[in-house]
Nanobody
Framework: QVQLVESGGGLVQTGDSLRLSCTAS????????MGWFRQVPGQERVFVAG????????TYADFVKGRFTISRDNAKNTLYLQMSRLKPEDTAMYYC?????????????????WGQGTQVTVSS
């Protein structure tokens, strides 16, 4: 089992950048595909980005392509989400997630492990 803790959220203005981090602990010697999701109150949690175990394959939701970059540092057991050109519609709680194995996924059901979330608020 792995525990995930997100950090780096905050209040920023439109056009600003922000980097989220997700640190894993526990059974980190195993391979995990990882992803970022986000959720607005009253709405479903949606996929944002995913990355495979090695970090050489990434997947993005269309609404963040070209603005967000997912990366990982396995030596530090840390996942990142670099967000740039932020928009008010990016305001959400951001969650990192892990799934055993080599590949990442795009649906919540593929991820058994979740962090508690970090809030990102983008003011207009």
């Amino acid at each position: 089992q792995v525990q995930l803790v997100e950090s780096g959220g905050g209040l920023v203005q439109t056009g600003d950048s922000l980097r989220l981090s997700c640190t894993a602990s526990g059974r980190t010697s195993s391979r995990y595909g990882m992803g970022w999701f986000r959720q607005v109150p009253g709405q479903e949690r949606v996929f944002v980005a995913g990355i495979n175990w090695i970090g050489n394959n990434t997947t993005y939701a269309d609404f963040v392509k070209g603005r967000f970059t997912i990366s990982r540092d396995n030596a530090k057991n840390t996942l990142y989400l670099q967000m740039s050109r932020l928009k008010p519609e990016d305001t959400a709680m951001y969650y990192c997630a892990a799934r055993p194995g080599y590949y990442s996924g795009t649906s919540m059901e593929e991820y058994p492990y979740w962090g508690q979330g970090t809030q990102v608020t983008v003011s207009s």
